[in-house]
Structures are given as C-alpha cells and as structure tokens.
C-alpha cells in the first residue's frame, strides 16, 4: 500500500472517538489484562459471535491448573480470542489448541511458570489452514498473518488473564523468548514429500487438526551447500546435541524442514522415519566433551545434567553400557519429530527444542481434532 493509498484508508474508514478508544485501551493496560500490546475491546455483543461459532457450552471447562486452582472455561476463551484480535471464525481452532494443551502433562504441572522460558507452540495440519490463512509458508515464525498471530496470542493472553501467569510474578521465565507472544505454524503440506504430521499420527486425510508443544527455543539451520542426506542430517544432528540443549537425561526436537530440505531427502528415497533413525543413530556424544561442560553425569533428584563429582550426582544411562564413553542423547527415534513448512527459496530449516517427559520415550505433544 502507497502512502497515498494509506491516506485514502484512513480517510474512508469509520468515524469513532479516538480519545474514548484510548481510554478503554489504557483501561484494560491498567487492568493487566494484556501482554504489554494493545488489545481489542470486547463487548456482549462483540463476544457472542464467538461463542456462536460452536455448540459448546460457555461454561464447560477446557483447562485447569490444580496447583493455582484456576481453570480456563469456553467462555474465558472466548474473551481472550476477541481481546487477541481473532475473527469469530478462527474460535474452533482456539478451542482445539486448549484441547490439547490439556492432555500435554507439562502446563498443569506448571511449565509455563518455569525459569526455562517455555512458550506453548501451535501447529495446525488440514483444511482448516487454507480457509483461515494460516501460514505455511515463508516467514512461518515471523509477522505478517492474522491468524497464526492472534490465534497464538489468544493462549498467551489465556495464560495471562485466566492463569495469572504475568512476568515477574507467576511466570519466573528468566529470559523468555518472543514465543511467549504468539508461536502458530501451518505444515506446507502442499510442497512436503511426505504425508503431514497429523496424517502420520493416526488422522484422516481431510481432518483439520490442532498439534501443541511446549518449546524453549528455536534455531535456524543454514544448510545449502550439500545435496547429500547424510550431510544435511548431521547438521541437525550436531545442532540438536549441542551441550547448552543437554540439560535433561535425553533431550526432543521438532525439526521444521523447508521443502528444500525435505525433497533433498525423499529424492535420496528417505522417509521420515529414515531421517529420525539416522538422528537417533548419531546423535551422541564422547563423555570427555560432557565432562568438560561439566554435563557428564546427572542429579538424583532432577535428572538434569550435572558435573560427576556433584554432592547430587548420579552415573548416566551410558555408563553402564558397553560403550560408556560414548553417551547417547535421545532415548528413541520418536524424540525425532519432523514437520515441513517454510518456503521453498533457500536451504534454512529449523530445530525446535520441546520438552518431554520422563521416560522419554513418552511423545511429546498433544493433538486435537478442529471442530
């Protein structure tokens, strides 16, 4: 849009009164009712759209937190998609995002007050995708898409105005990271050699499905010097090792490929399932660059890793293997979970870190069926 047209926009829109729009929004800033942007009134009026866009009862409770004894009902959510700046239309995917977050055991367990920063992370498989806009591809983590953006920031400002879960108070994120605004992908399934995520996890071609982590970060994969598989995947393979990600017994990651990246590998006639038992193959590490990140044995309590000659230290899994200089990092394949989204201009894929339980073996997420 030219500055010209902008001008004309502005011109041609509704009248209102800015002053008294101001009031409200500062209002509902003084009411701690945001996370820290603007958000959109909410009336009745405005809000039963919402809640006309299901059959679900506005009561009926989708999500509970024991430990803080506060629960998230169809209405609350409501509210806080129309304060995020959803359309109505966007509502059932909403409701399927809570769904899922409540079979994921981490958040009623309190994740998402943990220092470690975690952030709910939405991926979106089916038809659903297309009609809503959802992006799939290109600048996926990015701005730029109504609805990856406020369906996201629908359950952050969940998590804010129903859990309490306000930085500085119940959210002791020591850092955070930008996820914590609003973190909706949709899988490129149009441009992926492979069947999507959802239809790989037990759903129907043509169902609209709602897939939640729990992430701590994300980090790009510059990769486009090579067409060989091996060499792609242990770039990942090196990235997903790491020592700063060593923090628990194993680690999981969720590798978003670009179509690039995922083409290179169906070409060579891998699946899936190849790259995933490629990963868990090498992604090891000797115990003596461990010990010297002070990693090489774990805590008794906590599982986290820690130096051997902590007073809490305990010997690792390997160690009491055949090869107990060599540790293993991932406790199976389906630590390994692979989505392609992204567009299909340049070799830059993504490692997510998501968290998992013990054992590790336990998938780490959680799925809803929109709708």
Request: contains cysteine; charged residues 20%.
């Amino acid at each position: 849009m030219t500055v010209t047209d902008q001008t004309a926009a502005v011109t041609t829109a509704p009248e209102i009164d800015s002053e008294q729009l101001r009031a409200v929004l500062e209002y509902y800033f003084d009411q701690d009712w945001t996370d820290g942007l603007p958000v959109m009134p909410v009336t009745e009026s405005s809000l039963a759209a919402f809640l006309a866009s299901t059959d679900r009862d506005p009561e009926e409770i989708l999500f509970t937190i024991g430990h803080l004894n506060r629960s998230l009902s169809v209405r609350s959510a409501a509210i806080n998609a129309a304060l995020a700046g959803c359309k109505p239309e966007y509502f059932p995917v909403v409701l399927a995002a809570w769904e899922a977050i409540a079979k994921e055991p981490h958040p009623a367990r309190g994740i998402w007050q943990s220092t470690t920063g975690t952030a709910p992370f939405l991926l979106v498989n089916g038809p659903v995708r297309t009609e809503l806009e959802i992006n799939s591809a290109g600048n996926i983590f990015g701005s730029g898409f109504r609805a990856n953006a406020t369906i996201g920031r629908a359950i952050r400002l969940g998590c804010i105005n129903v859990f309490g879960l306000h930085p500085h108070k119940l959210d002791q994120a020591t850092q955070g990271n930008p996820s914590k605004y609003t973190a909706v992908i949709g899988e490129n399934e149009e441009q992926s050699p492979w069947p999507s995520f959802a239809v790989e996890h037990g759903y129907a071609e043509g169902d609209s499905v709602a897939t939640m982590f729990v992430i701590r970060s994300v980090v790009h994969i510059e990769a486009r010097h090579t067409m060989v598989p091996e060499q792609l995947a242990l770039d990942f393979v090196n990235t997903i090792t790491r020592s700063g990600a060593l923090i628990h017994e194993y680690t999981s990651t969720l590798l978003v490929l670009v179509p690039e990246h995922a083409e290179l590998f169906a070409n060579a006639g891998w699946s899936k399932d190849d790259l995933r038992t490629f990963i868990f193959d090498n992604a090891t590490r000797p115990r003596a660059e461990l010990a010297a990140v002070g990693k090489d044995a774990l805590s008794n309590r906590t599982r986290w890793r820690l130096p051997s000659d902590h007073p809490d230290s305990t010997p690792d899994t390997a160690s009491t293997t055949d090869e107990p200089d060599t540790v293993r990092l991932l406790s199976h394949p389906s630590s390994v979970q692979i989505v392609v989204a992204g567009a299909d201009n340049a070799g830059v894929s993504a490692v997510v870190e998501i968290f998992t339980l013990n054992p590790p073996r336990e998938i780490p997420f959680s799925s809803s069926r929109i709708g």
